[in-house]
């Protein structure tokens, strides 16, 4: 498993992180139970991922809690995230949930801890009320580095994380990017590349970039949307081209983001020991050739208005 810094915090990650949300929040979703999630994350750990991706909202924190049982704790880097949407978050109610989470996961201190979500409209308010909350837990030693995750479906060109990069208060973003949406190249790997923000990447496959017959319905739906020139793809078999250097499509998304500059982790959810394999088998596979990734480039060079959900 490739590693790499994860910007200013100086944690060695691995290229692949475990994703515990999504559509399947490891088999969570699937009805496993919570030992048969956690040995899904063993397995994971063992072949040498060792980031693993979670939040207050998912329920999976205690799979995780149960996982990490009886390893080196400081091998393992845990993000996780406090939902901001639901409710109007208070510094009292964010101290809450931190306690709810480390108890949930078993732990002393949380590596990554987010605010998740956050939408446009709320960063404000977040910034002034409830940053300086965060900055207390880290001196207090129960996080250590303080990030943000965007909502990429409302958010699909990336306004709070433009601004939040300015700012400069973010050690870790949560950003979407895929082959269909790569609003985030300028938009946001850029300045963190810039400031040295560790970068861990959602919504790498989602529905769109799972099956073939999702891809060309999702292509079609943007070239009717005046996004993609008809003239640039195979409207019957619009990636077919990638046929001949990944083993699936999933396989092409995952090494596509991976190889993004400003990238560190790319979440990849499963709650399938096989499925499991097949993707730890992507991110040990070489980069897409540069032929491909540059027509996968321009094909979608202009499209903003799906994530691939």
């Not at 498993?1 to 088999?27: C, D, E, F, K, N």
Request: net charge negative.
């Amino acid at each position: 498993m490739q590693t790499t810094i994860l910007g200013r915090t100086g944690l060695t990650v691995s290229r692949m992180g475990m994703g515990a949300g999504g559509p399947s929040q490891i088999g969570k979703k699937a009805g496993l139970t919570e030992s048969e999630s956690a040995d899904i994350l063993r397995k994971a750990f063992d072949a040498g991922v060792n980031f693993v991706d979670s939040s207050e909202g998912y329920g999976t924190e205690p799979i995780i809690g149960q996982a990490i049982q009886g390893r080196d704790r400081s091998s393992i880097v845990i993000s996780t995230k406090k939902s901001t949407r639901k409710k109007k978050i208070t510094p009292q109610t964010l101290e809450e949930s931190l306690h709810q989470s480390l108890q949930r996961l078993g732990t002393d201190y949380i590596d990554i801890y987010n605010l998740h979500g956050v939408v446009p409209q709320d960063y404000d308010y977040l910034v002034s009320d409830v940053y300086p909350t965060l900055q207390r837990a880290r001196e207090a030693g129960k996080i250590r580095f303080i990030a943000v995750s965007e909502m990429f479906n409302e958010d699909k060109t990336h306004t709070m994380l433009r601004k939040g990069l300015q700012d400069d208060l973010w050690d870790v973003v949560m950003v979407g990017f895929n082959i269909l949406n790569q609003t985030a190249r300028e938009a946001v790997f850029q300045k963190a590349i810039e400031n040295n923000v560790g970068v861990q990447i959602m919504f790498a496959v989602r529905k769109a970039l799972s099956r073939p017959e999702h891809i060309k319905n999702f292509v079609a739906d943007l070239i009717e949307k005046g996004q993609i020139d008809p003239e640039d793809v195979d409207v019957e078999n619009p990636l077919g081209f990638l046929e001949a250097s990944a083993v699936s499509l999933p396989d092409a998304a995952y090494r596509f983001c991976r190889e993004e500059a400003g990238v560190h982790v790319v979440l990849s959810g499963t709650g399938n020991p096989d499925h499991l394999v097949a993707n730890l088998e992507s991110f040990d596979r070489p980069p897409l050739p540069e032929a491909d990734v540059e027509r996968l480039k321009h094909i979608f060079r202009n499209v903003d208005s799906t994530t691939g959900q």
